[in-house]
């Protein structure tokens, strides 16, 4: 310690100082909000141009036909998909609507399943080419879909599949990540991801590959509320509580 001493006292009589300097006191100015605020009317249109500059895919669904429209562009006669928990989709009743066009479906089962079972959808996850989830919220300054393990179940039906299907509702639609944040902690899950757009790595030899760790495309699609109607809202409702407790 007393050589460190005699070393810093050289040190200081060299640049002809008699003891250290006080610490300079430095202020910041406030930060300030970092990312410009968006309209309510513009959510939804800037969630769909951040998704497509991420290669993400946006559409829009106003009533029940343009969404099995959609579906059906989408899905390009696949033989099997796999479906999450999700509410919305369990309200739009699109197991049955699927298996009616005779694909294979694969539905995360509900709390209290067996092993078996959970294993059974694994296999499909990984063997499907789509899946389709909701979303807890979408994320419009960055175009990010937001999925919890406490409303979707496994979220193998989002990462495993080539392709990513999404389902939101405007009213899911947040402007920032801060108000993501804190809906988040009034709804929390076991665990959270956050997609942003397809699943892209440019480590093998700098080439920008799409697909490697988990979907190659993302579609969003905005469920309006004409697509809902003649839901049975009341079971889907029960059927969604059953399966969080």
Same mark, same amino acid.
């Given at each position: 310690?007393?050589?460190?001493?005699?070393?810093?006292?050289?040190?200081?009589?060299?640049?002809?100082?008699?003891?250290?300097?006080?610490?300079?006191?430095?202020? %910041?100015?406030?930060?300030?909000?970092?990312?410009?605020?968006?309209?309510?009317?513009?959510?939804?249109?800037?969630?769909?141009?951040?998704?497509?500059?991420?290669?993400?895919?946006?559409?829009?669904?106003?009533?029940?036909?343009?969404?099995?429209?959609?579906?059906?562009?989408?899905?390009?006669?696949?033989?099997?998909?796999?479906?999450?928990?999700?509410?919305?989709?369990?309200?739009?009743?699109?197991?049955?609507? %699927?298996?009616?066009?005779?694909?294979?479906?694969?539905?995360?089962?509900?709390?209290?399943?067996?092993?078996?079972?959970?294993?059974?959808?694994?296999?499909?996850?990984?063997?499907?080419? %789509?899946?389709?989830?909701?979303?807890?919220?979408?994320?419009?300054?960055?175009?990010?879909?937001?999925?919890?393990?406490?409303?979707?179940?496994?979220?193998?039906?989002?990462?495993?599949?080539?392709?990513?299907?999404?389902?939101?509702?405007?009213?899911?639609?947040?402007?920032?990540?801060?108000?993501?944040?804190?809906?988040?902690?009034?709804?929390?899950?076991?665990?959270?991801? %956050?997609?942003?757009?397809?699943?892209?790595?440019?480590?093998?030899?700098?080439?920008?590959?799409?697909?490697?760790?988990?979907?190659?495309?993302?579609?969003?699609?905005?469920?309006?509320?004409?697509?809902?109607?003649?839901?049975?809202?009341?079971?889907?409702?029960?059927?969604?509580?059953?399966?969080?407790?």
């Amino acid at each position: 310690m007393a050589g460190r001493e005699e070393m810093l006292k050289r040190v200081r009589e060299a640049l002809g100082r008699s003891q250290l300097a006080p610490p300079r006191s430095i202020e %910041f100015p406030p930060l300030g909000q970092v990312m410009p605020p968006i309209d309510p009317e513009n959510l939804v249109p800037k969630f769909e141009a951040e998704l497509q500059n991420v290669d993400g895919r946006p559409h829009r669904a106003s009533n029940r036909v343009e969404l099995e429209e959609l579906f059906r562009l989408i899905l390009k006669g696949s033989p099997s998909l796999v479906l999450s928990r999700s509410p919305l989709i369990s309200r739009l009743g699109l197991e049955n609507t %699927f298996r009616a066009w005779g694909l294979k479906v694969a539905v995360w089962p509900s709390v209290g399943a067996s092993e078996a079972a959970i294993r059974d959808f694994r296999e499909c996850s990984f063997e499907a080419e %789509f899946g389709v989830t909701g979303v807890d919220f979408v994320l419009a300054e960055t175009g990010s879909l937001i999925l919890s393990s406490s409303t979707e179940g496994s979220q193998l039906a989002s990462l495993a599949p080539p392709v990513h299907i999404a389902l939101y509702r405007r009213s899911q639609v947040l402007a920032s990540l801060e108000g993501v944040l804190e809906q988040a902690r009034m709804q929390p899950g076991r665990s959270t991801v %956050f997609i942003t757009g397809p699943s892209r790595t440019g480590d093998i030899e700098q080439i920008l590959i799409r697909g490697v760790h988990g979907p190659r495309d993302v579609h969003a699609i905005l469920i309006e509320e004409a697509c809902l109607e003649g839901s049975s809202t009341g079971d889907w409702q029960a059927a969604d509580s059953k399966d969080r407790t």
